[in-house]
């Protein structure tokens, strides 16, 4: 993404924001897109910043369905972060932090829960499932089990700018998330690097659909042959269907791509084919290899993919077809990558090391800001240098001002556990970006929740 489309989605961020702030409710749908006209973000864009909105929200409500908590905590921050005035993504949220505070009675996601329930009420004063969620946090449980969003969308559908600006971060202050445990094992070692993937390559063996099977391993066929240029490594880590006794049945995809080719992979973009025995297409969903919200794809990096999708038991083989790819000729020595300490907010467990290098910084000021300040960005590349593979990893950057005059926290999840694992050696490329009152001083990063 040029530095141009940087600033007019900063500038569209902001003319949100000061639209929400002047009133109790959001935009609307038709105001955000006049917005996007006048700063020249196409009607595309809002279309598919959207769809990425929704795709988080709904992975987050299957995960409250089926009790996973720390996964619904997961998707459903992914899609606070982007959307941070849509009022079902707040309620959803806080229900998963209230359900996890009743498995795990942690404090910190019952003042969360909390929290969110209150905002939810300066949104819409007469939000009935926020009284019922601060009701059970009263009571200290709930004797209904975490359900489907009750309450009215006041919000319009999501804005290219909140997508692509917020990039999945958190801008927070003074605050830090639960911290899962760290989990034991056998010692992990990242594999060795996939084919590079030219044509259509078929991963495990076609197999027979039982209906009635709880779990299967689905056959999945890599498709880039519309970009024969694109040199693509594909990992596969999981491709399953899990029929559950309630009828409903789900797909799951993950995988780490990485960009093999000798040029800066800025977007990626993908169609799953989820097919039947006779190669019927059951459904299709479109998802990103790699978003356009993400940094760019250098040569040899890497980025983890994950899907979950409802569908029908009939499902037995699925492909991945890769539609459409943004690439620029990469530089021909990127320097080296500034180490950067990382710090432990818990402790550190036992074969558990994060490493970071710093890839780029940048500050730009916000010319519309009634009251100045600007934009604070820094990519950074994470490592896990232990000897234990990482299955959720969440860091925070703590920024400060000029003599601590302020301080300001980003939170990113960097591992969730419902998409791949970061192996020993494996790295992922993050970026924080958060509104700050100026220039700052300094920032540290530091672990906040490691399993």
Not at 53 to 58: P, R, S, V, W, Y
Not at 76 to 89: H, T
Not at 262 to 270: I, R
Not at 304 to 319: I, K
């Amino acid at each position: 993404m040029s530095d141009h489309d940087q600033d007019v989605l900063r500038v569209y961020l902001q003319k949100v924001m000061e639209l929400s702030d002047s009133r109790s409710s959001g935009p609307t749908e038709e105001e955000l897109r006049m917005i996007a006209r006048e700063v020249g973000i196409s009607e595309a864009d809002l279309a598919a910043a959207a769809t990425s909105a929704q795709d988080h929200l709904a992975r987050g409500l299957g995960f409250l369905e089926h009790q996973r908590h720390d996964d619904a905590v997961a998707e459903l921050s992914e899609a606070a972060a982007m959307a941070p005035y849509r009022l079902d993504i707040q309620e959803a949220l806080a229900r998963a932090y209230a359900g996890r505070f009743r498995q795990q009675g942690h404090a910190e996601d019952r003042q969360r829960a909390e929290s969110l329930a209150r905002r939810c009420l300066e949104l819409d004063p007469d939000h009935q499932p926020s009284f019922e969620i601060l009701n059970e946090l009263d009571r200290g449980g709930s004797s209904t089990p975490d359900r489907r969003l009750t309450g009215a969308v006041k919000v319009g559908a999501l804005t290219a700018g909140l997508l692509v600006v917020a990039g999945g971060a958190l801008l927070k202050v003074d605050s830090r998330s639960q911290q899962p445990t760290a989990t034991g094992g056998a010692v992990a070692t990242e594999p060795a690097p996939p084919a590079s993937v030219n044509q259509p390559v078929s991963v495990n063996q076609p197999v027979s659909v039982d209906a009635g099977t709880a779990e299967l391993d689905i056959p999945i066929e890599l498709d880039t042959t519309s970009d024969p240029e694109l040199d693509l490594g594909f990992d596969l880590r999981l491709s399953r269907l899990n029929n559950y006794p309630t009828g409903r049945s789900f797909y799951t995809l993950n995988a780490v791509v990485e960009n093999r080719g000798t040029s800066e992979l800025e977007k990626v973009g993908a169609r799953l084919e989820l097919q039947d025995a006779e190669h019927r297409v059951l459904k299709q969903e479109e998802l990103e290899l790699h978003p356009g919200s993400a940094p760019p794809l250098r040569p040899g990096d890497h980025q983890a993919v994950h899907q979950l999708v409802e569908v029908v038991p009939e499902l037995s083989r699925a492909r991945l077809v890769v539609v459409r790819v943004e690439q620029t000729p990469a530089a021909a020595d990127y320097g080296v990558a500034s180490p950067i300490q990382v710090a432990w907010q818990e402790p550190q467990p036992s074969g558990m090391v994060v490493s970071s290098r710093e890839r780029s910084r940048r500050y730009s000021e916000n010319a519309f800001a009634k009251d100045g300040g600007g934009y604070f960005e820094v990519v950074l590349e994470i490592e896990n240098a232990g000897t234990r593979s990482i299955r959720a990893l969440e860091l925070k950057a703590d920024i400060t001002g000029p003599d601590g005059a302020w301080t300001a926290a980003i939170e990113r999840h960097v591992v969730t556990q419902s998409g791949p694992d970061l192996r020993v050696g494996g790295s992922r490329i993050v970026r924080f970006l958060g509104q700050v009152q100026e220039q700052p001083a300094d920032f540290r990063i530091s672990v906040i929740g490691i399993q």
